[in-house]
């Protein structure tokens, strides 16, 4: 991690320069990018390559995006892989034991400086609108008492600050410890403690590699899991990013890329295995003081409940643009009848979105990236810009 050392730092000063020069410049963005993760540094790279003038805002303090709020125990050994940024090579997830939560943040860091991408931070966006001005087609987006107008918008938000817990019967009177995958602190937190893992994902799966040698575990899930059995080739990668679109093209809320690929044991969850960790059981019908109890009246007793239930799209803020289909998601229009890299919002042409259904995952952030650029190219060069009178 050795030439990244340094690059958190130096770009912390670059964007307060950044920053400075936003919030006293009047003019008018091409583009505002909301979000400087995988997706949102892709776009933005994208963007810049075409000349397109645009600034990236970004709610954390440092870069990093949702990998420097990862879980300590995460090692690069541990994470299923880190996509390239265009025009990069990201870090090898070999066997090294070096924390993902610092190794792809320095990374991430790099790359904003090596590009001289305009990242903004931290600015949290609080919504974005039309602008109300008399014959404008900006967007305004402000973030407390500020506000940016712009052409065009690339949503970059993800998933990682809307974490999804269910609700079950009692789960009120639960007086153990209740935590979601954001919360996760190391193994050796759960030591001694019988720990129920609720949840069907890659999370739950690694989680429980991980709980199992150290402490005893319960696992629960909706369905009974899915086990891929061949290789997770880009093939395979690529069909399954495909079918996660076909529903964010259809106006459905998004589904994950995993409910399609299936889940698989690495080499490092075989001792949990051994140990039947992943003897699935199915949900609880409600929750108790101190467990769980089923419809058969069988009653398991736990001391925590690990919450791996994954997340929803963050996209609360786009919310006055009325985006959302009748079928409860984001309709998103292909690209010129190619089925693939669909970013575009069906009911408003002016706005992109990345990190969101198919590109959650970085199977497909650098294309969303490279495809939301070229959707903002083709609506600057089509429509004439408007006048706009009030200060930006």
Not at 18 to 39: C, K, M, N, P, W
Not at 49 to 60: K, T, Y
Not at 214 to 228: A, E, G, K, S
């Amino acid at each position: 991690m050795g030439k990244f050392a340094d690059a958190s730092a130096r770009h912390t000063s670059e964007c307060l320069r950044v920053d400075h020069l936003v919030q006293h410049d009047d003019r008018i963005f091409e583009s505002i990018v909301i979000g400087a993760g995988q997706t949102g540094l892709a776009a933005s790279y994208h963007l810049s390559r075409r000349g397109i003038d645009h600034v990236v805002l970004d709610a954390d303090e440092a870069p990093g995006g949702a990998w420097q709020h990862r879980w300590d125990s995460l090692s690069m050994h541990d994470v299923h892989g880190v996509a390239d940024l265009p025009d990069s090579t990201a870090p090898a997830t070999d066997a090294s034991t070096d924390r993902a939560n610092e190794v792809v943040p320095a990374y991430f860091a790099d790359y904003e400086r090596r590009h001289d991408l305009p990242v903004v931070r931290p600015v949290r966006v609080d919504r974005v609108e039309p602008d109300p001005a008399p014959g404008s087609d900006l967007l305004v987006v402000h973030a407390g008492d500020r506000t940016w107008h712009t052409r065009t918008l690339v949503n970059a938000t993800g998933t990682w600050t809307r974490p999804f817990v269910p609700h079950y019967p009692g789960v009120e009177t639960f007086v153990g410890e209740q935590l979601h995958t954001v919360d996760i602190p190391g193994p050796q937190h759960f030591a001694g403690k019988r720990v129920l893992v609720v949840g069907g994902g890659a999370s739950a799966v690694q989680f429980l590699g991980e709980l199992a040698p150290v402490t005893d575990t319960l696992w629960v899930t909706r369905r009974p899991p899915v086990w891929r059995t061949g290789d997770f080739d880009p093939g395979a990668g690529l069909a399954a990013v495909t079918l996660v679109e076909e529903r964010v093209r259809a106006g459905l809320p998004p589904a994950s890329v995993v409910s399609v690929t299936g889940l698989m044991l690495r080499p490092q969850e075989q001792r949990a295995a051994e140990l039947g960790a992943y003897e699935r059981h199915p949900m609880f019908e409600r929750i108790e003081p101190h467990g769980v109890r089923w419809a058969d009246g069988r009653f398991e007793p736990v001391d925590v409940i690990l919450w791996a239930t994954g997340f929803r799209p963050a996209v609360s803020h786009l919310a006055p643009l009325d985006l959302t289909s009748p079928l409860g998601g984001i309709e998103l229009l292909p690209v010129r009848g190619n089925v693939q890299g669909a970013t575009t919002a069906a009911r408003d042409r002016r706005v992109q979105l990345v990190g969101y259904g198919p590109s959650a995952s970085t199977i497909g952030a650098s294309r969303a990236g490279r495809q939301a650029a070229l959707a903002v190219q083709r609506w600057l060069t089509t429509q004439p810009a408007t006048r706009h009178t009030e200060s930006a």
